[in-house]
């Protein structure tokens, strides 16, 4: 069975930290390329951050210009778990955050992936 469960979200304040955690089934391989998306109220979900899978290029991320620098995509593949640690949050960051595998070890261009999990709220107050 395919699974996906993320979970640390929460309230912060702006400028804090939050570690976001995706715990993957053993239906998830660790040479699936795995990434964070986000939906904020009335808008559509985007692409936040993605890492390769433990083949070929591996390691390698990709993240939104957005977060660029404040986020850290990572995984531990012992543990089949993806995270993302969140620094200097700002009031543009909440959102649901979603944790996604695509069945390819290579980061999808399309950001097109094949499995999704329910999603964690982060929530940033001023």
């Known amino acids: 069975q395919v699974q996906l469960v993320e979970s640390g979200g929460g309230l912060v304040q702006a400028g804090a930290s939050l570690r976001l955690s995706c715990a993957a089934s053993?239906?998830?391989?660790?040479?699936?390329?795995m990434a964070w998306f986000r939906q904020a109220p009335g808008k559509e979900r985007m692409f936040v951050a993605a890492?390769?899978?433990?083949?070929?290029?591996?390691?390698?991320?990709n993240y939104a210009v957005s977060v660029r620098g404040r986020f850290t995509i990572s995984r531990d593949n012992g543990k089949n778990t993806l995270y993302l640690q969140m620094t200097n949050l700002k009031p543009e960051d909440p959102a649901v955050y979603y944790c996604?595998?695509?069945?390819?070890?290579?980061?999808?261009?399309?950001?097109?992936?094949?499995?999704w999990g329910q999603g964690t709220q982060v929530t940033v107050s001023s």
């Open positions: 996604a595998a695509a069945t390819t070890s290579y980061i999808p261009s399309n950001n097109l992936y094949n499995y």
């Open positions: 053993e239906g998830i391989q660790t040479w699936y390329a």
């Open positions: 890492i390769s899978g433990s083949s070929g290029s591996s390691g390698r991320t």
